[in-house]
């Protein structure tokens, strides 16, 4: 149900009985097993508590998914006097205010939540058909065979996936680098590319970095059937795997990325859009490098050059203005970056690049977390349904499908699996001298580079001084596990005179 059609169910109730709405309060994104007052909407709730006859949910799982976080809140109305209601009819003013009475119903709400899951899973199995009549995802084609269509790899398409993907998680390369370099080699995007393949007329159409990126980051490049959730758009940011009734992703062909590399390449995409809206910000060197030694918020890269000439500022904007929460703290960008530079190249310039390869096995820690996970959350609902009932015997079948895959991947992990560091040929040196700016930016994170900058001192000459800055490396695994390196960083620590210091964000 989405928040527009919870608001007005709420409003109408109200209006059916010709009361006022004093305020509405809501809470968007914010898990509802969360404490009361970690949740600002219920925050909102609590403290209008006092003026109010009447607190109206659409239902009640609105008010809280745990049954502790609801008993809390049900005391809070008794001592305001207040009557807690749902719009749909589950809590109303004859409801009994005695715990059982509210467990009884929260039972009721979760057999509800699997019924209506399960009824979900056959309408999705059923729509199976009706999807894969649509365009099948770039990097795939429909192949139709005995009664239905399937899909299968397109290798040209998926060859461009996959190469993306490497240069962007491996090499540093960015997205807008990556989408140039498509159109300039000529290779044609998604539609233009299922048109040409399909015999029809291509319409000239270029690459994006947007384009670009929801082939990368939709789940369909694993292989799944996806649906956007109820109430968001159907773009790649937000599709989501549907769930078969075995309670796994629901897939409709083979993997064009694997599943580390897909985690890998969101990751990548994510952390990059960091400050989006403020584009300025996103290419800065030291975005989520450089921090504030007043406050520990990141410090933002303010662009600004007169005359040609750079006099651009990193600044901490929690100490800007005559309400800010410190005395301000602004320092000059290129003095900064270029020490960061140095000291990144001296600790790090002749390391050789390592990659992690993994040998004598399939890394399966995290499908037996996932696995885990999902069997946890199952056993759970299984308690609030009647025995013998359907939908308990789906949910004791989705179970046993689980548990059954739980130990044929615990077989798998206790085979011999090393794990090895490849030293590359290349050094970090050489990456940092290929990369751009956004590619040097997440080779500086890492290895955990924390750049601490103080402001400036009272009376302080204003030109950049480099005891402003304390830089430090923590290092990836591969840091801490070689021994070259960690000597290298050692001595580079001892020069900036700094202690070695944990991440701190
Ligand atoms: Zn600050």
């Known amino acids: 149900m989405t928040l527009e059609t919870q ?8 209006a059916d009985r010709g009361w006022r709405v004093l305020d509405v309060f809501e809470d968007v994104d914010v898990s509802g097993a969360a404490r009361l007052e970690d949740r600002p909407g219920m925050s909102g709730v609590l403290g209008a508590l006092s003026g109010a006859d009447y607190v109206l949910a659409a239902k009640q799982d609105r008010y809280a998914r745990s049954v502790l976080e609801f008993a809390r809140l049900s005391e809070a109305a008794k001592t305001a006097g207040v009557t807690l209601l749902t719009a749909d009819g589950h809590l109303s003013p004859d409801s009994s205010p005695f715990l059982a009475q509210v467990m009884a119903a929260f039972a009721e709400q979760e057999r509800e939540t699997i019924r209506t899951r399960i009824q979900g899973n056959k309408n999705t199995l059923r729509e199976v058909g009706s999807w894969l ?24 398409a998926a060859a461009i996936v996959r190469e993306c993907a490497d240069r962007l998680v491996r090499h540093g390369a960015t997205l807008s680098s990556l989408a140039r370099d498509l159109n300039e080699r000529g290779i044609l995007p998604p539609a233009d590319h299922a048109r040409k393949r399909d015999g029809r007329e291509t319409r000239g159409a270029r690459w994006s970095m947007t384009t670009l990126r929801d082939v990368l980051i939709s789940p369909a490049a694993r292989g799944y059937l996806c649906k956007a959730p109820e109430g968001k758009p159907r773009t790649a940011l937000h599709l989501v795997p549907v769930l078969g009734a075995d309670g796994e992703p629901h897939r409709v062909g083979p993997e064009v990325l694997d599943a580390d590399t897909w985690t890998t390449v969101r990751h990548v995409v994510e952390s990059r859009s960091v400050g989006r809206g403020s584009t300025r910000a996103g290419r800065a060197l030291l975005l989520h490098v450089a921090y504030c030694a007043e406050c520990d918020a990141p410090m933002y890269r303010q662009r600004r050059t007169v005359n040609g000439k750079d006099y ?12 800010g929460e410190h005395v301000s703290n602004i320092v000059q960008a290129s003095g900064l970056e270029d020490q960061v530079e140095e000291s990144f190249l001296r600790a790090f310039g002749r ?31 299984l308690a609030a349904l009647p025995a013998g009932g359907r939908a308990a015997q789906t949910v004791v079948g989705q179970i046993a499908a689980l548990e059954q895959k739980l130990a044929t991947l615990q077989g798998e992990a ?15 040196g050489d990456e940092w001298r290929a990369r751009d700016t956004v590619g040097r930016n997440s080779l500086l994170r890492d290895v ?9 001192q009272p009376g302080a000459e204003r030109r950049f001084t480099r005891d402003r800055a304390t830089i430090t490396f923590t290092g990836p695994a591969w840091y801490r596990e070689d021994p070259e390196a960690a000597e290298l960083a050692a001595i580079a620590a001892v020069e900036e005179g700094g202690e070695s210091r944990g991440p701190r964000h």
């Open 7 to 14: 608001r007005r169910l709420c409003v109408a109730f109200a």
């Open 133 to 156: 009549g649509g365009l099948a995802p770039y990097g795939y084609k429909i192949v139709r065979r005995d009664k239905g269509a399937y899909l299968e790899i397109d290798p040209e």
């Open 351 to 381: 390391v050789h690049l390592m990659t992690e390869a993994v040998t004598g096995g399939r890394d399966v820690a995290r499908e037996i977390r996932e696995t885990e996970e999902a069997l946890d959350n199952l056993t759970g609902n």
């Open 312 to 323: 651009s500022t990193y600044v901490c904007t929690k100490g800007v203005g005559e309400h």
């Open 448 to 456: 955990g580079t924390v750049v601490s900058v103080e402001p400036l």
């Open 414 to 428: 206790e085979r011999p699996l090393t794990r090895a560091w490849i030293r590359e040929e290349k050094t970090l």
